[in-house]
């Protein structure tokens, strides 16, 4: 039973990247890749190129990257990616507005510059003379860090998204705001899927953290679960969603353990100048309809499994059980001693008066429109965003190759009124 539960948790985890959508009944053309050959190449196999970490990708195009160890204050030490300025402004003594971006579940900070220069929206707020910092939640590739904890130590992923938001987002905010050097009092904020609840647990548990929030930007925003149309959650719930024997087997544990071989591998075979590349493009293709840029789908296929604590996993299942977005479920007893009460408590969401823009899509098989509504009912200060394109799905807020005319300008759009209105 655990080993079924693990391939259902799997599963779930594969569908909730960009690649999801099962491949539908095409035939592979496998036309220039000779498996046989290749088995008997000594070349073809174990040639593993180093892996390309996000600022390497980020330099590769021409801009200055960074990279910074930001300690929060449970102990963790996040890796935080920064594109100080556009080489092609040259604007690196002019104020530059802070915006922070942060990822999807199991995802990293190369998800937001996979589409390249031209269409990336961290690239685009660059050169429109933002200061773009892009965050890594804990026990992912780049923030698999810790003052006193290794990575081993079962304690380290004692965490699900709530300890995301509390902590780690919290830390990235105060440390761009610092580093940045301007004295900025608050920054533009852009999150997909997860990196909207690990906003939205933040702003609602310190609303002290409200105030240095200029605009927020949720792309297909997940709070609230239970009319969440993927199959799989549904099938998992209700054996994973609740204090059971699975669930407890399940918990704390990181989810696919980090492989550098498992890594080394994926990108070896689909990256970028792998012989394999236009199999890996075909497949992508397929599996999103062609309605994704394949380019950013491969990279983000090579870079995804990227760390995860499996609770982040069971705490969205236990929202869509429940139907509350409300904190972890530890049981009754241990309730008693976090919450003093027996059943978690909801998060006051009704405290979130920062801008907040919320995105959302009737295509979206994790953030259904009910349930984004019922979240925007509590919002005071929200504007609500509904997506044209009515295929439009979950990872095509990540990688739909349209993204920069449906997202990325009107997002720009509004963070530049909004900057102009303070300099008036
Ligand atoms: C971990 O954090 C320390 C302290 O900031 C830093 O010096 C070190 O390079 C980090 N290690 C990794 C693997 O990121
Ligand atoms: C897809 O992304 C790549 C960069 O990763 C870019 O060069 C290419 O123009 C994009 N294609 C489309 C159709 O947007
Ligand atoms: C991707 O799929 C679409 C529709 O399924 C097809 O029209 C297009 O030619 C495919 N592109 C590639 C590069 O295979």
Same mark, same amino acid.
């Given at each position: 039973m655990k080993n079924r539960l693990i391939v259902a948790l799997l599963l779930l985890w594969l569908c909730t990247g960009a690649h999801c959508a099962p491949p539908g009944s095409d035939t592979f053309n496998l036309d220039g890749v000779d498996f046989y050959q290749l088995f008997n190449d000594p070349e073809g196999h174990l040639k593993l190129n180093p892996r390309l970490k996000t600022d390497d990708r980020i330099r590769a195009h021409g801009y200055p990257a960074e990279l910074h160890h930001v300690p929060t204050e449970d102990g963790y030490i996040i890796g935080l990616f920064r594109i100080p300025y556009s080489h092609k402004l040259q604007n690196q003594q002019t104020n530059r507005p802070i915006v922070l971006m942060q990822h999807g579940i199991s995802g990293s900070s190369d998800n937001w510059i996979s589409m390249g220069p031209d269409n990336a929206l961290a690239f685009q707020l660059v050169d429109a003379g933002y200061d773009v910092w892009i965050g890594n939640a804990r026990g992912n590739t780049y923030s698999r860090n810790h003052t006193w904890l290794s990575t081993q130590h079962p304690y380290f992923w004692r965490f699900s998204w709530h300890e995301i938001g509390y902590f780690d987002i919290a830390a990235m905010i105060d440390y761009a705001l610092k580093a940045n050097g301007q004295g900025q009092e608050?920054? #533009? =904020?852009?999150?997909?899927? &997860?990196?909207?609840?690990?906003? $939205?647990?933040?702003?609602?548990?310190?609303?002290?953290?409200? @105030?240095?929030?200029?605009?927020?930007?949720?792309?297909?925003?997940?709070?609230?679960?239970?009319?969440?149309?993927?199959?799989?959650?549904?099938?998992?719930?209700?054996?994973?969603?609740?204090?059971?024997?699975?669930?407890?087997?399940?918990?704390?544990?990181?989810?696919?353990?980090?492989?550098?071989?498992?890594?080394?591998?994926?990108?070896?075979?689909?990256?970028?100048?792998?012989?394999?590349?236009?199999?890996?493009?075909?497949?992508?293709?397929?599996?999103?309809?062609?309605?994704?840029?394949?380019?950013?789908?491969?990279?983000?296929?090579?870079?995804?499994?990227?760390?995860?604590?499996?609770?982040?996993?069971? #705490? =969205?299942?236990?929202?869509? &059980?429940?139907?509350?977005?409300? $904190?972890?479920?530890?049981?009754?007893?241990?309730?008693?001693? @976090?919450?003093?009460?027996?059943?978690?408590?909801?998060?006051?969401?009704?405290?979130?008066?920062?801008?907040?823009?919320?995105?959302?899509?009737?295509?979206?098989?994790?953030?259904?429109?009910?349930?984004?509504?019922?979240?925007?009912?509590?919002?005071?200060?929200?504007?609500?965003?509904?997506?044209?394109?009515?295929?439009?799905?979950?990872?095509?807020?990540?990688?739909?190759?349209?993204?920069?005319?449906?997202?990325?300008?009107?997002?720009?759009?509004?963070?530049?009124?909004?900057?102009?209105?303070?300099?008036?």
């Open positions: 608050a920054i #533009h =904020y852009v999150g997909h899927s &997860q990196g909207t609840t690990v906003f $939205l647990a933040l702003m609602s548990t310190r609303p002290e953290y409200n @105030a240095k929030i200029k605009t927020s930007q949720l792309l297909a925003p997940v709070a609230y679960m239970n009319n969440m149309g993927s199959l799989l959650a549904k099938a998992t719930g209700p054996y994973l969603g609740h204090r059971t024997v699975y669930a407890l087997m399940l918990e704390s544990q990181e989810f696919l353990p980090y492989n550098d071989f498992l890594l080394a591998f994926l990108y070896n075979t689909c990256g970028p100048d792998s012989r394999f590349l236009n199999y890996c493009k075909q497949l992508h293709n397929i599996s999103n309809k062609g309605r994704a840029n394949s380019t950013a789908t491969a990279i983000n296929a090579v870079t995804t499994p990227a760390g995860v604590s499996t609770n982040q996993f069971l #705490h =969205y299942l236990q929202e869509q &059980q429940s139907g509350h977005f409300r $904190l972890y479920d530890f049981g009754a007893k241990k309730n008693l001693i @976090a919450y003093n009460a027996e059943v978690p408590p909801d998060y006051p969401t009704n405290l979130i008066n920062c801008e907040t823009h919320l995105w959302y899509a009737d295509n979206d098989e994790m953030a259904a429109v009910e349930d984004v509504r019922r979240l925007a009912e509590a919002l005071p200060n929200k504007v609500m965003h509904h997506m044209e394109d009515p295929l439009w799905n979950h990872g095509d807020f990540a990688t739909n190759w349209e993204v920069r005319k449906y997202i990325n300008d009107p997002i720009i759009q509004i963070m530049n009124e909004f900057e102009d209105a303070l300099q008036n």
